[in-house]
């Protein structure tokens, strides 16, 4: 987008203006907001096992949400970031899980699908099934692969992006790895630095 | 017109020759795919109801606004990004999903290449309340190149252009083109043809104009704490609509429109964006049923509580 100066200039009546104009906005929108308890779920792994986010009190958990036919997921997984993230993070105590809020007949659906994905890419974590996107809804999840930390006290330390780098290219010169450095400062007890960012990625395919 | 070229595989080399000119017709170089695909004719392609498939998804060429380069004379270069039915690419803010199409230019030392401009993008929305913004069937990314005031009259200049987009359907795809071009440069000697601005003017036509072009509007921006509002009220316009540019749907939390006393209103609500921040965006309406789109800018309000305003000029 081409811009020229800007030729905004203060206005004269601008006082009146902001104690009659405008419009009155009802409350946000619903969704898990960092900072605050993130929303508990249940949901089926591949073999049909429930797994809760209430399993796992006290510990770290990661939810990486996942489309194992989404361009953005398979390079992460394929030869990018995730090729080996979630493990090196396990062996550090944290729990990864994968989401995935694809509705029935929409890409990336069904447990062969993805079973054959995690295979393909040594994916050692369980990938949950959420078919009605309630769990994505609730986390406010848009795109594949979005993530979510949250701490060992089951608050919602970070939402956004895997990194700066859509398809392995970053945004602004070098590539920085948000989820990596969300991790290690609730790890030491900090928040995070940079808590949300913007997710990239495909849309979550959800049902209409 | 030209002939447009089909996409091969992304990677791919590609190269452009100035076709047989002189009769008035645009100069739309012809891609000439160096593998993959085959050239499109207009008699085969589907009807708009029928999605295109993967491989017709989108087609990409260059296309310039002058016949031979001229010292010191910038001229405009479009990346045309053809997409097929059904496909859509994606803006600068592609939004929630997707990815930014881009189209770079690597030409010779010397050589200034500006900025993209993209044209007016369209709103679409996906279930799970997923906004993306936009291109269906045709946009062009536009950019003015300007050569150095010293060129050697006896070469021609050779460019490349890098476009990479993804296009989505219900999956996505993405591609990458690189398109060569060889263009003469005018021989010294005789009057320098200026670029033909009939050329390009249906690219053209689809960027949004400046702000300065903005009549009767007022944007008024209030950063409180942790929150951003901004307003736009405007005189005899409906259906206004401000596609957020990039970071401004960052934080996008509500977006309200109404009408007061034949004042359309469109108010948003951001989280607060960062310090000393400019929202950028295209602000989209009718007038007088005509559509119209403008780039805006809105600085950071300095006292915190300052409206801002665009006067008739």
């Known amino acids: 987008m081409s811009l020229r100066a800007p030729s905004f200039r203060v206005a004269a009546a601008a006082a009146f203006l902001l104690a009659t104009g405008g419009i009155s906005f009802s409350a946000a929108p619903a969704s898990a907001e960092v900072g605050r308890p993130a929303p508990a779920f249940t949901l089926p792994d591949l073999d049909g096992q429930e797994v809760s986010l209430s399993d796992f009190r006290g510990r770290v958990v990661v939810l990486e949400w996942f489309n194992p036919g989404c361009p953005f997921v398979k390079h992460a997984h394929g030869e990018g970031p995730l090729k080996d993230m979630a493990r090196r993070a396990s062996g550090e105590g944290v729990v990864w899980l994968a989401v995935n809020s694809g509705a029935p007949g929409k890409q990336g659906h069904g447990a062969d699908v993805n079973r054959e994905a995690a295979k393909a890419w040594s994916m050692d974590h369980p990938i949950l099934l959420d078919e009605s996107g309630k769990v994505g809804r609730a986390y406010g999840a848009k795109t594949t692969p979005q993530m979510f930390v949250i701490d060992s006290a089951g608050v919602l330390a970070y939402a956004g992006g895997l990194d700066n780098a859509p398809l392995g290219n970053p945004e602004g010169g070098a590539r920085v790895d948000y989820v990596s450095s969300a991790l290690a400062d609730v790890k030491s007890g900090r928040s995070p630095a940079t808590p949300s960012t913007k997710p990239y990625g495909c849309s979550v395919k959800y049902g209409g | ?313």
Request: net charge neutral.
């Open chain 2, 1 to 313: 017109m030209g002939r447009r070229g089909t996409e091969p595989p992304a990677g791919t080399g590609a190269t452009l020759r100035r076709p047989m000119s002189g009769l008035g017709a645009p100069l739309l170089l012809a891609l000439l795919a160096a593998a993959g695909g085959r050239p499109a004719r207009a008699g085969d392609a589907p009807p708009p109801t029928t999605p295109a498939p993967e491989s017709e998804a989108v087609k990409v060429s260059a296309s310039l606004d002058v016949d031979e380069i001229a010292p010191g004379v910038p001229f405009t270069l479009a990346t045309v990004f053809a997409v097929g039915p059904g496909w859509h690419i994606y803006w600068e803010n592609p939004g929630d999903a997707g990815l930014a199409t881009e189209a770079r230019v690597e030409a010779p030392p010397g050589f200034e290449v500006g900025r993209v401009a993209y044209p007016v993008p369209e709103r679409f929305t996906s279930p799970g309340d997923v906004v993306s913004y936009g291109y269906s069937g045709e946009a062009a990314l536009l950019m003015t190149v300007t050569p150095p005031a010293a060129l050697p009259a006896d070469r021609p200049t050779r460019m490349k252009v890098v476009a990479r987009w993804l296009a989505c359907l219900d999956a996505c795809v993405p591609g990458r083109l690189e398109l060569s071009l060889e263009v003469p440069t005018a021989p010294s000697g005789r009057p320098i043809q200026p670029p033909d601005p009939a050329r390009l003017a249906r690219h053209r036509a689809r960027l949004p104009l400046p702000a300065a072009d903005l009549r009767w509007a007022e944007i008024r921006r209030r950063d409180a704490e942790g929150e951003t509002e901004l307003e736009v009220r405007m005189k005899g316009a409906g259906d206004v609509d401000l596609l957020p540019g990039k970071g401004l749907d960052v934080a996008l939390r509500e977006v309200r429109r109404g009408e007061e006393a034949g004042v359309a209103v469109l108010g948003m609500r951001l989280r607060a964006p960062a310090p000393g921040e400019v929202l950028t965006g295209v602000l989209k309406l009718l007038r007088d049923g005509r559509p119209e789109a403008y780039s805006i800018e809105v600085p950071a309000s300095p006292g915190g509580g300052d409206p801002r305003k665009v006067v008739p000029p």
